[in-house]
Nanobody, 122 residues
């Protein structure tokens, strides 16, 4: 059974940084599209960043220049480095495996982590 285990969330002040990790088992991150979604209270889940099996990356406009997605193939782990955090980045962040592109945009894969809370507050 595929497992994605996120870690690294927490409370941070505006302007601060956090690094989220997504450790995968029974799925090879370098062979799959991997991504980070987030869901804030009262809002729909949105794709924040993704990395394809070839290593290409894409970001939501709201996080471009502040967030970086990467992976460590040896550790089979995907990361999300978040810098210059803002109040509006507060959300539960989810790791997803198996993202794929359709004619209508990127769709999430079947596998989700349990989520990790990120709270930006002064």
């Amino acid at each position: 059974q595929v497992q994605l285990v996120e870690s690294g969330g927490g409370l941070v002040q505006p302007g601060g940084s956090l690094r989220l990790s997504c450790a995968a088992s029974r799925i090879i991150v370098s062979n799959n599209g991997m991504g980070w979604y987030r869901q804030a209270p009262g809002k729909e889940r949105e794709l924040v960043a993704r990395i394809t099996n070839s290593g290409s990356t894409n970001y939501a406009d709201s996080v471009k220049g502040r967030f970086t997605i990467s992976r460590d193939n040896a550790k089979n782990t995907v990361y999300l480095q978040m810098n210059s955090l803002k109040f509006e980045d507060t959300a539960v962040y989810y790791c997803n495996a198996g993202l794929y592109r359709t004619a209508y945009g990127v769709r999430p894969g079947d596998y989700w982590g349990q989520g990790t809370q990120v709270t930006v507050s002064s």
